[in-house]
């Protein structure tokens, strides 16, 4: 139902968007009301139909490779407020090994590149956890790593966070009533004059929509995502640890290690079932676990603890 209300609301606003933008090229240079409730006026002309193309555009927008990165910078602060970091210089041992597994998974994947690249952070918690933030902010917790019995179950984890960022999944939990909110705030801040009262309220407005905003990512990224899309980043993580070279079953392993509630993305057992279905589709064409990797493994992990120094 609420889903209706929100889908009816689109459609209004869409269409309001498109008749102001039919009104204005329809040769009205002067003045146009805008349809906006509560709304000023909008000056007419060529001026006024870009603003409002843009405006249109910024409804239906996938963000940038720029916005995406001050976007994920602005959640991963706000995530770390509450959180500690492994380390504070972020290249002990662990880290650097961390780094290097989820960076050979990033360049593997369909999104190699981000505007300032991946970042892989190890936090320090009891939970077992890892979450990925817009732009390739890739969080795991030692608890997890700890968990692991293997490097494939570290790379079945990173590579479900990679696919999140693939498939864009932070920044499409924004919500749609945000988004409108939003773009009826930019129309409105375009109408208003310059330096006015108005305008600076408006201005208010749009950053506590960003800061809304914010908070919309950050739920999508702690609490999980819907079930789709929980599937969608375990089917294509057991692609992309094929890709670089990872046995996929560190990923089903990792998932029945996983208990509901407290974080953990979804149904772990349904969804570690489903991997393996979607692992069965190959036929046993998959890679083998590599022995390097197991002595690498030994090196930074033992006995279910993180070693302070590599050997
Ligand atoms: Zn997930």
Redesign the pocket.
């Known amino acids: 139902m609420k889903q209706l209300i929100h889908t009816k609301y689109k459609t209004l606003t869409l269409f309001l968007i498109i008749g102001m933008i039919i009104a204005l090229t329809s040769q009205c240079e002067s003045l146009i009301k805008s349809f906006v409730p509560g709304g000023k006026y909008i000056v007419g002309g060529y001026k006024a139909v870009k603003k409002l193309k843009e405006v249109y555009k910024a409804y239906n927008k996938e963000f940038t490779p720029k916005e995406e990165y001050y976007i994920g910078r602005t959640v991963s602060a706000s995530l770390l407020k509450k959180r500690r970091m492994y380390s504070r210089s972020g290249r002990t041992p662990i880290e650097n090994y961390i780094a290097k597994i989820g960076n050979t998974l990033a360049m593997a994947s369909n999104l190699p590149e981000t505007y300032q690249g991946y970042r892989f952070i190890v936090l320090k918690s009891r939970s077992i956890n890892a979450f990925a933030v817009p732009s390739g902010y890739i969080f795991i917790t030692t608890k997890l790593i700890e968990t692991a019995s293997n490097e494939d179950e570290i790379a079945g984890a990173l590579a ?2 990679v696919s ?1 960022v693939v498939l864009k999944h932070p920044t499409k939990s924004i919500s749609s009533a945000r988004r409108t909110e939003i773009v009826l705030d930019l129309v409105k801040y375009g109408a208003s004059e310059a330096a006015s009262a108005s305008k600076i309220k408006i201005l208010n407005n749009l950053t506590k929509a960003f800061g809304g905003v914010i908070d919309d990512i950050g739920k999508g990224v702690l609490n ?2 819907n079930k789709d899309r ?1 599937k969608e ?1 375990d089917i294509a993580a057991v692609q992309l640890m094929i890709n670089a070279g990872y046995n996929p079953k560190g990923l089903s392993a990792m998932l029945r290690k996983l208990k509901v509630g407290g974080g953990v ?1 979804g149904n772990p057992k349904d969804r570690a079932r489903d991997v393996d279905n979607k692992i069965a589709t190959y036929g046993g064409k998959i890679p083998k676990m590599r022995r390097c990797r197991k002595n690498r493994f030994k090196r930074y992990v033992r006995k279910g603890k993180i070693r302070r120094r590599a050997r």
């Open positions: 479900h966070e999140h999980g995502y929980e980043a993305h």
